[in-house]
């Protein structure tokens, strides 16, 4: 039983190039999450899906896009990455709006 | 102002003392608090949920909720060089589309051997 699993868990990007990180759950939770961690920001919301097949905009959409491929899996796609977009990024599940959200081990992005 | 507050520490306590980390939050009809714990480089993992006023006991841990002075606290007995971390108290706001939780930006605790 893994829980969250993100991959991957480090990556070094140049500006301008794209990538997807992939976040699979084997929890069977409905809703799943993708946030960014900066050093005094906390955790902010860029993507969140309530079900598969849906998708919402969270704080901080700008420059990503997201898929729910299915109920396991949730992905996130920087399609031109640039250096504000250094950050690390969880991935998290809740099983419904009011229980607690389990994450992932993060993926530490760095782009130069 | 911020949905939901914390002081951002270093908040540095003795071996053995009480550690005391607060929360404050914005929405007065909030309903469900979560005070996570964060090792540097991991992942936040939950520590306790308080859904109702009064205080909420887990082993060390004690969790307050007071929702009229729109606070949470978190209280950490006999505090071990192994509790040294940033704590993030997170809360479920009201409001359609709020699905996730919202996150402070945690403080950061240090216990001193």
């Known amino acids: 039983n893994a829980g969250v699993t993100q991959t991957p868990k480090f990556q070094v990007l140049k500006t301008g190039q794209s990538m997807t990180l992939q976040c699979a759950q084997d929890m069977n939770h409905n809703s799943m999450y993708w946030y960014r961690q900066d050093p005094g920001m906390g955790l902010r919301l860029i993507y969140y899906s309530a079900s598969e097949g849906t998708t919402d905009k969270g704080e901080v959409p700008n420059g990503y896009n997201v898929s729910r491929l299915n109920k396991r899996e949730f992905s996130l796609r920087l399609e031109s990455a640039a250096p504000s977009q250094t950050s690390v990024y969880f991935c998290?599940?809740?099983?419904?709006?009011?229980?607690?959200?389990?994450f992932g081990q993060g993926t530490r992005l760095t782009v130069v | 102002q911020k949905e939901v507050e914390q002081n951002s520490g270093p908040l540095s306590v003795p071996e053995g003392a009480i550690a005391s980390l607060n929360c404050t939050y914005s929405?007065?009809?909030?309903?469900?608090f979560f005070w996570y714990r964060q090792y540097s480089g991991k992942s936040p993992e939950l520590i306790m949920f308080?859904?109702?006023?009064g205080d909420k006991e887990d082993g060390r841990f004690t969790a307050q909720l007071n929702k009229a002075s729109q606070y949470v606290s978190l209280l950490i007995r006999d505090s071990q060089p192994s509790d040294s971390a940033t704590y993030l108290c997170a809360v479920k706001i009201r409001g359609t589309g709020r699905r996730a939780l919202t996150f402070g930006s945690g403080t950061r605790l240090q216990v001193q051997p």
């Open positions: 998290a599940t809740q099983l419904d709006d009011n229980t607690e959200a389990f």
């Open positions: 929405d007065r009809g909030s309903q469900s």
């Open positions: 308080i859904y109702s006023n």
